[in-house]
């Protein structure tokens, strides 16, 4: 169990971290107060400078123009997107390599590629009203016709579909297997059912869609019929990581923030960063951020390594579960030290509260993560859970 951090990715730290301080930043509050919307303008620069840093490429093969850079880097990478509150950091289409296997050559190229060139937004429709926790539980049909499938069916919490021009959606098979499909936001049959509010404030709308007999082409059906999904887990657990990686980069900021704060505030004629019950409140936030930054990054490492999956399986679950609630507890303690500021909208701990509240319930729910970590340790036994044999 170790790691360390190459100079390139401390190189990519530094330069993404340099671009969400000063660019991404300056526009929280007036995302925050406009619905999370900024310029539309701001929207493009923030997605060029994405393209050209290479950073929708971090993840496709270099055989492709990729930089297949290691997950190590990867994650220091998102972690800095991790820094901003209102979904500014979701400023690049995300191309992951499973992708690369789980899809066919024309749709590589009609699709995934182009998604590191910003032409595609891909959103995804897996979710269901009475299908979260299980997904085997879907009740979305894909009926094949010919040379096409007629899909059926309701999607509920479909991230960015506002923003989006193509879905990637779950659908059951005639067999009863599941399949992925690409497909456009706006084919004959998709419908908005309703756009519910959330408990963030995120120009990225979480809609409920349905579909009535949508056609989709069987070129667009994701690897063959009953070849299964076993990348799905390679895309959960990168997933997971991911959203670790960004609590652990909340919580950075929510601690300097908090610093800040409790070093000029002055009470009673002293600041309150001379108090004792502050510094608590401080010192167990830099330990859990410091914890959930190790397993983080140690499970990126780990990967990099070329470790057993289905032991890292557990691993990411680990991050997953540990960064999300440590974040929670951190952006806590954020709001108390800031006080009646803290409570404020335009205060970065409000925003992170209400913002990391979800991290413990998408992509699998905290209970979902202790149930796979659990099943790790009556499979494979402790050491191998926790990456120490
Ligand atoms: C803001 C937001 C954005 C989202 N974006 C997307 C998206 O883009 N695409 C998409 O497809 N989905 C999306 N989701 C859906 C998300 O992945 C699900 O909400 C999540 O997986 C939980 O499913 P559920 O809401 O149906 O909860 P349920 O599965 O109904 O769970 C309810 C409760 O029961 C618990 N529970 C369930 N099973 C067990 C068990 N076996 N043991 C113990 N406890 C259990 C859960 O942990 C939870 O506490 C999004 C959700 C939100 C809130």
């Not at 270099?62 to 500014?88: W, Y």
Request: glycine share 6%; hydrophobic share 40%; aromatic share 8%.
């Amino acid at each position: 169990m170790s790691y360390e951090l190459p100079a390139e990715t401390l190189q990519w730290r530094r330069k993404v971290r340099a671009f969400v301080d000063s660019e991404l930043q300056p526009l929280e509050l007036q995302a925050e107060m406009n619905e999370g919307r900024i310029p539309a303008e701001a929207r493009k620069r923030h997605e060029k400078f994405a393209i050209d840093a290479g950073i929708t490429l971090m993840d496709t093969p270099k055989s492709l123009g990729g930089l297949a850079l290691p997950l190590l880097t990867q994650v220091a990478i998102v972690e800095q997107f991790g820094r901003v509150t209102n979904a500014l950091g979701w400023c690049y289409g995300e191309v992951q390599s499973w992708m690369f296997e789980a899809c066919n050559a024309d749709q590589v190229k009609r699709y995934v590629l182009p998604t590191t060139r910003g032409e595609v937004h891909l959103c995804y429709a897996i979710t269901e009203e009475d299908a979260g926790s299980d997904p085997g539980a879907i009740k979305t049909t894909a009926i094949r016709h010919g040379g096409h499938y007629l899909v059926n069916g309701e999607k509920w919490h479909v991230t960015s579909y506002n923003l989006a021009n193509t879905m990637v959606v779950q659908a059951k098979l005639q067999s009863g297997e599941h399949c992925l499909f690409f497909c456009p936001i706006n084919a004959p049959g998709v419908r908005v059912v309703r756009t519910p509010l959330y408990a963030h404030t995120y120009d990225h709308h979480h809609p409920i869609i349905s579909f009535t007999n949508v056609k989709i082409p069987v070129a667009d059906r994701i690897g063959e019929e009953g070849a299964g999904m076993d990348f799905a887990h390679a895309w959960f657990r990168r997933e997971r990581l991911m959203i670790a990686a960004r609590c652990c980069g909340a919580m950075a900021r929510l601690i300097e923030e908090a610093t800040r704060f409790a070093q000029t505030r002055v009470v009673s004629g002293e600041a309150i960063a001379s108090y004792q019950l502050i510094q608590a409140m401080l010192a167990d936030s830099v330990v859990d951020l410091q914890a959930a930054r190790l397993m983080t990054y140690e499970a990126a490492a780990a990967h990099d390594r070329g470790d057993d999956l289905k032991a890292l399986h557990a691993r990411c679950s680990m991050a997953k579960l540990f960064a999300s609630e440590a974040a929670f507890r951190v952006a806590d303690r954020a709001v108390q030290i800031f006080g009646g500021r803290g409570y404020m909208r335009e205060n970065v701990a409000e925003r992170f509260l209400r913002e990391i509240r979800v991290d413990r319930i998408w992509e699998g729910t905290s209970e979902i993560q202790r149930l796979i970590i659990a099943r790790s340790l009556l499979k494979r036994g402790l050491e191998a859970t926790a990456g120490n044999n």
